[in-house]
């Protein structure tokens, strides 16, 4: 169909398209550019065909025609193939809708301002993996054909741009993106003591991540060990300072970058370990059971109670065999052990220490008990002397010992006991187990028994329903008056015939009607009364 203006134009039908061109001969016409407005005719290979009238009849015929290669023009991309949180999961296929995407020679992931990654993430076609749909409306990238790792990020948006032998695709921030890959995590490093992170802010572990695509991730989250939440969700949020991230690894300093809610997520005696859940936009990944571990801060002391308080002093005794000692502070919840030691914090003797499964029972992460009688061969730390004692606590994360003052010292005791009879209570110096008689003149007192290095007080009485008492002799079985020793495991008390003789040697005259006993006072005031003997001078 001519027009006025001397241009021809074929009406589209079927699978053609209208075009416009300048006839400028009988033997030259010339197709504008844009003549072909639409791009159903984009593609390889196509025809022009020409006609004078206005029916298909007319149209000049198909052999020897020359083909043209491709029509397309500048690409354009209309919408991408999203995952349902408009990531670009390049370890999954992905779809590029538009028009002129035919002649693409390449795909590049570019910044949002159009700038190139460095270095360079492009794919030249053709390539393995990618496939351009002859019409320029799709191209279909399989998984993994972008396989570098420069892209990945939460917070760094990147564009796809398509170039073609016209020209390449314009920026659209509509079409902005994420780029990411299911991470992994393979090892947990950094604790300065194995399987133990220790959280705290000053002296704390930082914590090594190792594994892949770790650059998508948008949280670590301390978990249960068997991946249950935790309360209050302890985590560390990224991006954040102090917390390094790359592909392969990420690295939290834990002097900077501590976790959100970290206390919630510290083991304690019912829930002792922990995992780490790295959550992002793709399937959140555990670190393995094999290296769970425990979470916590250094112990510290606050305070005890459950003690008995001198009846004669501000002194503070623990009575081993009948309180329960509940001690109070921080970082409680995981206990290696617990022992009692001398002033400046050393061991008195070994063997003499506890845990949770000995006696120690854990409250919370703030405060634990001590049963009476928990202490094995407590009769070693036994001590009359007023505050000379401490307790060390020692946990996974470090060691306290409670405080040299009125909070924190004691002195240790338990009741008194002798032996099952007067024959073995008094067995040795100058007593006579026949007669269960002690003959001043023939030896020293010797007196059998346990718990004797809490004792303050022996006493030298007779039976009486009121007890007279003939010598009475304040001690401290860690330096005792000369005339009085103790065995070092406090089973036995020698005191020699010359002591009693200085101090009254009437209570070792003969008196039928009332025996001896010997009455035996511990720091805690707490009494125990021989079983009863004759004496002779």
């Given amino acids: 169909m001519e027009k006025s203006d001397g241009t021809m134009v074929y009406p ?47 149209l000049t015929v198909t052999n020897n025609v020359a083909l043209i290669a491709n029509i397309t023009t500048k690409p354009v991309i209309a919408t991408l193939g999203w995952d349902s949180s408009s990531n670009f999961r390049r370890d999954e296929a992905i779809d590029i809708n538009g028009t002129a995407l035919n002649t693409a020679y390449r795909i590049e992931l570019v910044n949002t301002d159009g700038s190139s990654l460095s270095p360079v993430m492009k794919v030249d076609l053709p390539a393995a993996g990618v496939t351009v749909d002859d019409n320029g409306s799709r191209i279909q990238i399989s998984r993994d054909v972008f396989y570098t790792t420069q892209a990945d990020g939460n917070a760094t948006e990147k564009q796809f741009k398509v170039f073609n032998v016209v020209g390449n695709t314009d920026l659209n921030s509509t079409l902005a993106f994420n780029v990411n890959a299911q991470p992994t995590v393979l090892f947990v490093a950094g604790f300065t003591t194995p399987n133990t992170f220790n959280r705290d802010a000053t002296t704390g572990d930082d914590v090594t991540l190792t594994g892949t695509n770790l650059k998508n991730v948008s949280a670590i989250v301390m978990v249960d060990e068997n991946g249950s939440a935790l309360p209050d969700t302890p985590a560390v949020t990224l991006p954040n300072p102090g917390v390094t991230v790359a592909d392969n690894s990420i690295v939290i300093d834990t002097q900077t970058a501590q976790f959100l809610n970290g206390s919630s997520g510290d083991s304690n005696a019912t829930s002792l370990y922990r995992r780490f859940a790295l959550t992002g936009p793709r399937t959140t990944v555990y670190t393995a059971q094999d290296q769970r571990f425990y979470v916590g801060v250094p112990p510290k002391y606050t305070s005890y109670s459950g003690l008995t308080s001198s009846s004669t002093s501000d002194a503070v005794n623990y009575r081993r065999d009948n309180n329960t000692f509940t001690v109070n502070g921080s970082g409680l919840g995981v206990i290696s052990s617990v022992e009692i030691v001398d002033i400046n914090g050393n061991t008195i003797a070994a063997n003499t220490s506890i845990d949770t499964t000995t006696g120690a029972t854990y409250v919370n992460n703030t405060q634990f008990t001590i049963a009476a009688n928990s202490f094995p061969n407590a009769n070693l730390v036994d001590v009359a002397s007023n505050s000379t004692r401490r307790m060390k606590i020692t946990t996974p994360f470090g060691i306290v010992v409670s405080d040299n003052n009125s909070s924190g010292t004691f002195s240790v005791s338990a009741t008194p006991a002798y032996l099952g009879n007067a024959a073995a209570t008094f067995a040795g110096g100058g007593y006579d187990g026949g007669s269960n008689t002690y003959d001043l003149s023939t030896g020293n007192l010797v007196i059998n028994g346990s718990n004797f290095l809490g004792v303050k007080t022996i006493r030298f009485e007779d039976n009486a329903t009121t007890p007279n008492v003939s010598i009475t002799a304040t001690i401290d079985p860690a330096a005792p008056p000369a005339g009085i020793t103790f065995n070092s495991t406090g089973t036995q008390i020698t005191i020699t015939n010359t002591y009693i003789s200085d101090n009254n040697a009437s209570w070792a005259d003969v008196n039928a009607t009332n025996p001896r006993v010997i009455r035996l006072t511990t720091a805690a005031d707490q009494n125990g009364t021989s079983q009863q003997i004759n004496t002779q001078p």
């Fill in 12 to 58: 589209a039908s079927g699978n053609s398209t209208e075009v416009t061109f300048e006839i400028r001969s009988d033997t030259e016409a010339v197709l504008p550019l844009s003549a072909i407005a639409s791009n159903i005719a984009d593609g390889s290979y196509r025809r022009l065909r020409v006609a004078r009238g206005g029916g298909t009849s007319e």
